[in-house]
Nanobody
Framework: QVQLVESGGGLVQPGGSLTLSCASS????????IGWFRQAPGKEREGVSC????????RSTDSMQGRATLSKDNAKNAVLLRLTNLQPEDTARYYC?????????????????????WGQGTQVTVST
């Protein structure tokens, strides 16, 4: 059974950085498309960044372009999301998701049709 566990969230000042981790049992990362999403209170869940299974090509939403870097840490069997220049509007619960797609593509849509497995999330708060 696939389980995803996010960690690394916390309180950070505006302009600061965080690295979130998504660890898993039961997932060989190269066999899955991986996505990161976030949901702020009162708002819909939205995409942040994703990585394709074969090529390792990453995609990010316009608002996170240049501020979100996604990478795989095979030694720790984890996928890392580095967030920089964080602002109060980035405050949200961040989720990772995985899908055993056979295509070399990843979706930024926060849909269970696009990603079969989801973690419980980690909270990121950006505040002074």
């Amino acid at each position: 059974q696939v389980q995803l566990v996010e960690s690394g969230g916390g309180l950070v000042q505006p302009g600061g950085s965080l690295t979130l981790s998504c660890a898993s049992s039961g997932v060989i990362w190269d066999d899955y498309a991986i996505g990161w999403f976030r949901q702020a209170p009162g708002k819909e869940r939205e995409g942040v960044s994703c990585i394709m299974r074969r090529s390792g090509t990453t995609r990010s939403t316009d608002s996170m372009q240049g501020r979100a870097t996604l990478s795989k840490d095979n030694a720790k069997n984890a996928v890392l999301l580095r967030l920089t220049n964080l602002q109060p509007e980035d405050t949200a619960r961040y989720y990772c998701a995985a899908d055993p797609t056979t295509s070399d593509f990843c979706s930024l849509a926060p849909s269970k049709l696009a990603y079969r497995y989801w973690g419980q999330g980690t909270q990121v708060t950006v505040s002074t």
